[in-house]
Structures are given as structure tokens and as C-alpha cells.
């Protein structure tokens, strides 16, 4: 569990090609060194556009064996290269409006407890190719910004505003202001007792049949727990994804994909 309560975490090594470009492409200020690792003459095709980037931002480098590179990050799929973050910088929520000007934000997304780093990086994944206005997360109960995010997000998490919040809920109604409307996203059908007992889901829609809004939120549970009592008070819908053959629940990851883009089919519908 994170309990991390700053905008900033530790600095760390970002590895693999794709997490390295990105980094690169949109944060080369807070890139202390790139290192090259068991780097042959092979490679210098391959990494051209890293290094291109390198000597371009003016970063300092260092090239070493593979044994010195585990000992930094662990027997992982670093593709040759690393670079390391001397932090991450969230961005608050006046910091996200302020980045807005004048454009009209209409697609972001809230985690609600994702804890695990690479169910978080896929989300992002998605959310970029989504082409969502940004990612909320809580500061506690939520997996940071790590280089396994980086990683499994293919280093979109450097481009996706990630915006840390203090309180789900608090954001959730301040989005409201703005003109949003909240859509809870639950990873599987529910059956009709779990209607009965519950008085968000005994109205729920699939995210077929659901009418999305021009300006949506939508927010994710956790694995295996899903959407906390809370974040479903301060929903206005609550939607699910239609399971077949007894299958229980999906992944929150593939959830969050599937929401993302029958909002974009919707709105292509519109446009």
C-alpha cells in the first residue's frame, strides 16, 4: 500500500526503448543520465533516436555491463538502455485546470484504489491512446509512478497528465463543477441479488446501453474489491461490462480500455 503523501516520489532508473524515448520526448529535464547497457556498435541504430535525444538535451551518459545494470534495477527487459528520473511530478488539481486554458477537457478517468503498478500502467497505456485530458489518483491506497508503470505503460505516462489528489470524492464533485458528469465503471455484471442488495447497481446500465455525456468522468475500483461505497455515492451513473459464460469479472485494466473507447464509438457517432 502507498502512503506516499508528496507530489514527488524517489528518483528511479526507467528502462526499455519505448519508456526511455517518451521520457525523453516530453520530460528531458528531469533525466539526470541515460545508461547504455552491454551497448555494442550494433545498437547504435537501434537507439539512434535515444541518442539523437541524449546530445540533444545535453545529458550526461555512462555505458555498463548488464551484472551492474541488474544491480540497479533487477533481472528485467531493459532493451539496452536506462534513464534515470531524478522524480516524478504529479500535478495537482489546480495545476491540471490551470493547464487547460482554454480548451474543453472531455474524457478523464479516476482510479480508485489501483494498487498494483502494472494494471495502473496499462491504464495509462490506454488512457493515451484514448486520448484522455488526465489520469487522477489518490496520494494514498493507490500504486505511484514507477518504473514498472513507465514500463508497462510504454512510457506514456510521461505524456498523460497524472493529476494526485488528497480525496477521491472531493475530486469527483469538483469535476461535477466543471461540468462533468461521473460514471462508475464496474468489471463485471452484476446478477439480480447483488441488485437487490445494492442500490447503485440495481440501476446500472452496460456500457452499451449507458449514454455517455460530451464532458465524462469515469472511474475505476480496485482489483478484485472494485469501486469503494464512496466513489459510487459521488457517481451520477453506474455502468458494467456484459459477461458471458460465466466468466466473473475482468481485469481492471481491460475494463477501463473498454469504457474509454465505447465513450470515443459514441462521440464518433456525434462528430
Known sequence: MNNNKNKKNNGFYVYGKNAVTELLSNKPKDVSEVVFVDF?????????????????????????????AEALVGDVRMQRVMAKLTSFKYLDFKEWQAKLGGSTAKLVLVLDKV?????????????????????????ASQAPVTATVFKTSAGVVAKVPIVQVANISDTLEKLKDLGFWNYGVSMKEFSEEEKEGDPYAEGSKSIWEQEFDNKTALVVGAEGSGLSRIAKEHCDFLVHIPMENGVESLNVSVAAALAMYEYKRQQAQVE
Not at 124 to 139: D, I, L, M, T, Y
Open 40 to 68: 555494442t556498435q550494433r545498437d547504435k541504430h537501434d537507439l539512434a533516436g535515444v541518442i539523437g535525444s541524449v546530445k540533444h538535451a545535453k545529458i550526461p551518459t555512462r555505458y555498463i555491463s548488464k551484472r551492474e
Open 115 to 139: 494498487e498494483d503498478p502494472q494494471n495502473f500502467g496499462a491504464i495509462v497505456r490506454s488512457a493515451g491512446a484514448a486520448g484522455v485530458s488526465a489520469v487522477f489518483v489518490a496520494n
